[in-house]
C-alpha cells in the first residue's frame, strides 16, 4: 500500500477527501492529516509519505513553500495540488515544482479519481524500476569475485587502459596501487593429462580449488596479492609490495619462501608435484602483462630443466648464451636414424637420438611444441620404413599410435627421449630378428608344434602362440609373412596329407582316420578333404589303396 498525507486548513475537506473518496481501490492508505505546511513537514519527515494531496493556500506556510522542501528533501514523493479557480500565480509555482497534477475547488470525484490513478502508475512504475536496480546490486555483489578476477585477467592479458585503473580499482574493491613494485608467480601442474585424466569434472574443480587456496592463503602469509586460476592446471599470483614495505631483495626471498612453501604444501596435502615460474620485478600495474609473459616462459623451460621446480628468470640462461643460438631439426639426422635402424644398429640408433635431443634442449624459445613435432616427424618415418622392409607387425603398430599419443601429454625432453628410444629400440629388434633368421625359426618351432599336436583336436592358434611365446595375432602374422599360408591353412593341411597316409593303408577304419588327425566329426572331415584333394577320401582310398 502506498501512504498518503492530506493537507489542509479546512477540516470539512480534509474530512470529505478521505472519507468520500476509495483510496484503497488505488492501494493508498490514509496514513494522517495536517492543517498547515509546517505541520506537514513534522509529519513528512517522520511518516516519509509516498502522495501528499495539499491545498495551496493555508495560513501559515502556504502549499507552495512546503512543496519546494518536501521536493528538494524528498523527491520521490509525489504532490497533488488542491486549489480555487482563482489561484492562477500558485499554479505555476506549482508547475515550476514539477506537481504531479493541480486539482480545482470543488474536488470532482472523477477528476481526483484521474489524477490519483496517474500518480499510483508513476509510484508502480518507480517502485519496479527501484526493485530492478536493488536486484541488480544484489547480483553485482554476488558476481563480484568474477569481476575481480576478470579484471585481473585483464592485466596480466591485453592490459586495461591507465586512465581506467583506479576508477576499476576502487569499483572492485581491489587493494592495489598503480605504481607500485610487483611481480607475477605462475604454478603449473606437473603432469596434466594424467591428473585430468583420472578424475571426474567435480574431482578437477575441488582439485583446482584447493590448489587456489592453498596458493592464496600463502601468498597473504607472505606479501600481499591475489591469486587465480588461468586455465586447467595453471594458477597465476599478482603480487605486490607497499613503498614503505620490505625492501626489493627481502621481497625476493619472501617470494622464493613462497613459491617453495606453495610447492612443499601441494605436493604434501594434494599429491600433486608443480612447477613455479617467477617474473622480473615491474614497477607497475600496466606492465603486468610483461611479467606474466616472463613467469610462463620460465614455466615453460622445465621442458629441459625437469619438472617440479622454481624457475626465475635471472636463473635462465640469456638466449646469446646458447651456444650456436636455436637448434632446428633437418633431414640430416632423420636419414642417419633411418640408416641405423636399416641396419639394425641400437648403438648407433643412441648415438644419433643423443645428437638430435641435445639440439631440441638447446631450443628453449620453441620447448616442447617444437620438440613434439620433431618426435612426430621420426615416428611417421620409422613407420614408413617398416611397411617398406616388410617388418610392421601389429604389435609395432599399436606401439606407434599409443606413442603418437602420449607425444601430446609429455612435458619434458627427457620424457619424449624416453618414449622415442623405447620404440626405436622395439623396431630395431624386429628388424634384427627379420635379418638374422629369427622369424624363419619361429616358422619351424610353429611348425614343430603342429607335427607334434595335429591329432590334439583342440589345438588352436592361441596354444601354438603360447607354445612359441607370443601373441595369436603376432605368430599368425609372422607366419603368414613367411609362408604365404595362415596358420590354419597349414594345419589343414597337415592333417589331411597324414589322412592321405592312412587312406592308403587299408587296415584302418575311416572312423579311426578321423580320430587320429584331430576330428571328430566325419562329414566335416569329408568336405574339408574333398576341398583341399577334389575327391571324397573314400574315393581316394579307391585309387590310392
Known amino acids: 500500500m502506498y501512504r498518503l498525507l492530506i493537507v489542509d486548513d479546512e477540516p470539512t475537506v480534509r474530512f470529505g477527501l478521505r472519507s468520500y473518496f476509495d483510496w484503497s481501490s488505488y492501494g493508498i492508505e490514509v496514513m494522517g492529516e495536517a492543517d498547515d505546511g509546517d505541520v506537514a513537514l513534522d509529519m513528512i519527515e517522520k511518516e516519509r509519505p509516498d502522495l501528499i494531496l495539499t491545498d495551496v493556500r493555508m495560513p501559515h506556510m502556504d502549499g507552495i513553500a512546503m512543496s519546494q522542501q518536501v521536493s528538494a528533501k524528498y523527491p520521490q514523493c509525489k504532490i497533488i495540488f488542491v486549489s480555487g479557480h482563482g489561484d492562477a500565480d500558485y499554479m505555476k509555482s506549482a508547475l515550476k515544482i514539477s506537481a504531479v497534477d493541480y486539482i480545482f475547488k470543488p474536488v470532482n470525484l472523477q477528476e481526483l479519481g484521474a489524477a490519483v490513478k496517474r500518480v499510483v502508475t508513476e509510484l508502480n512504475a518507480e517502485r519496479e524500476e527501484r526493485l530492478h536496480q536493488e536486484e541488480l546490486l544484489v547480483k553485482l555483489k554476488e558476481g563480484m569475485p568474477l569481476l575481480r578476477e576478470k579484471f585481473l585477467l585483464a592485466l596480466i592479458g591485453n592490459g586495461v587502459p591507465k586512465l581506467e585503473l583506479r576508477e576499476r580499482i576502487e569499483f572492485l574493491g581491489l587493494d592495489l596501487a598503480v605504481e607500485s613494485s610487483y611481480w607475477v608467480m605462475v604454478i603449473s601442474v606437473d603432469d596434466l593429462a594424467e591428473v585430468m585424466g583420472k578424475r571426474s569434472e567435480s574431482d578437477r574443480q575441488l582439485l583446482w580449488y584447493s590448489v587456489l587456496n592453498i596458493f592464496q592463503e600463502l601468498v597473504d602469509a607472505h606479501l600481499r596479492g591475489y591469486a587465480f586460476e588461468h586455465r586447467n592446471g595453471e594458477f597465476v599470483g599478482v603480487l605486490q609490495i607497499d613503498a614503505d614495505g620490505p625492501s626489493v631483495p627481502d621481497a625476493a626471498e619472501a617470494l622464493l619462501a613462497l613459491a617453495g612453501e606453495t610447492r612443499a604444501n601441494v605436493e604434501r596435502w594434494l599429491k600433486l608435484g608443480v612447477t613455479i615460474g617467477i617474473s622480473d620485478r615491474v614497477i607497475a600495474l600496466t606492465d603486468l602483462a610483461h611479467a606474466y609473459k616472463q613467469a610462463r616462459e620460465a614455466v615453460d623451460h622445465k621442458w629441459y630443466l625437469g619438472k617440479n621446480r622454481i624457475i626465475t628468470m635471472n636463473s635462465l640462461e640469456s638466449p646469446e648464451s646458447d651456444a650456436g643460438g636455436l637448434s632446428r631439426y633437418d633431414l ?36 616442447s611444441k617444437y620438440g613434439r613435432n620433431v618426435c612426430l616427424q621420426i615416428v611417421l618415418a620409422v613407420g614408413q620404413l617398416l611397411l617398406e622392409l616388410g617388418v610392421q607387425s601389429p604389435e609395432l603398430e599399436t606401439s606407434e599410435s599409443r606413442l603418437m599419443e602420449t607425444l601430446f601429454e609429455t612435458e619434458t625432453a627427457d620424457e619424449m627421449r624416453h618414449l622415442i628410444e623405447a620404440y626405436l629400440s622395439a623396431a630395431c629388434e624386429r628388424i634384427r630378428d627379420k635379418r638374422t633368421g629369427k622369424v624363419a625359426n619361429l616358422v619351424e618351432r610353429v611348425r614343430a608344434v603342429i607335427e607334434q599336436g595335429y591329432s590334439d583336436g583342440s589345438l588352436t592358434v592361441t596354444e601354438i602362440g603360447k607354445a612359441v611365446y607370443l601373441t595369436p595375432t603376432y605368430v599368425s602374422l609372422l607366419f603368414k609373412q613367411e609362408t604365404g599360408q595362415t596358420i590354419n591353412e597349414y594345419l589343414t593341411q597337415v ?51
Open 495 to 545: 592333417r589331411v596329407d597324414k589322412a592321405k597316409e592312412l587312406l592308403r593303408d587299408p587296415q584302418y577304419k575311416f572312423y579311426d582316420i578321423c580320430h587320429a588327425i584331430g576330428y571328430t566329426d566325419p562329414s566335416y572331415f569329408t568336405k574339408l578333404f574333398k576341398k583341399a584333394t577334389g575327391v571324397t577320401p573314400s574315393v581316394y582310398r579307391d585309387t590310392h589303396a
Open 332 to 367: 640430416v639426422p632423420n636419414e642417419q636414424l633411418m640408416s641405423a635402424l636399416k641396419a639394425a644398429d641400437s648403438d648407433k640408433l643412441r648415438e644419433i637420438l643423443d645428437e638430435i635431443f641435445a639440439g631440441l634442449s638447446r631450443n628453449r624459445r620453441d620447448g
